[in-house]
């Protein structure tokens, strides 16, 4: 924790000061398999923004290539990790996936199981993690 260095005390901020409110969120993944997940992500209708100029918490915990991966309110960082073994295995369940879209999808090869309660596929990414549409 950074501290000020001042003659008199700084009182806390208060609920309407700005700096109060502002925060900063990273969910990071690492993953070595970075060119595969970020294809599957393509795929699947994220937005892949690669090494962003000027952005300089990406890549934040890396040293490789990284991105920004969005779909909708939801982002992620995706970052490409020197270990040969990382795996950026999570699960996501995803709503509102039409099914016109799903079917593009095994069109290009991807294969799902489906589940007739609640019609729902379930896709593997390549790094082992379940993607729910």
């Not at 609640?118 to 549409?133: K, Y």
């Amino acid at each position: 924790m950074r501290q000020r260095s001042s003659s008199r005390p700084v009182p806390p901020p208060t609920s309407g000061d700005a700096s109060a409110r502002a925060s900063v969120h990273i969910l990071g993944f690492s993953t070595s398999n970075y060119d595969a997940m970020i294809k599957f992500f393509r795929d699947f209708g994220f937005t892949i923004a690669e090494n962003p100029h000027g952005d300089p918490l990406v890549p934040f915990f890396e040293q490789g290539r990284a991105a920004r991966v969005q779909r909708n309110d939801f982002e992620f960082q995706l970052e490409e990790s020197e270990s040969a073994d990382a795996r950026a295995c999570f699960n996501l369940f995803l709503t509102d996936y039409p099914d016109a879209d799903i079917e593009k999808l095994k069109a290009l090869g991807y294969t799902c199981a489906y589940e007739s309660i609640g019609h729902t596929h379930t896709f593997r990414t390549p790094d082992g993690g379940t993607l729910v549409l």
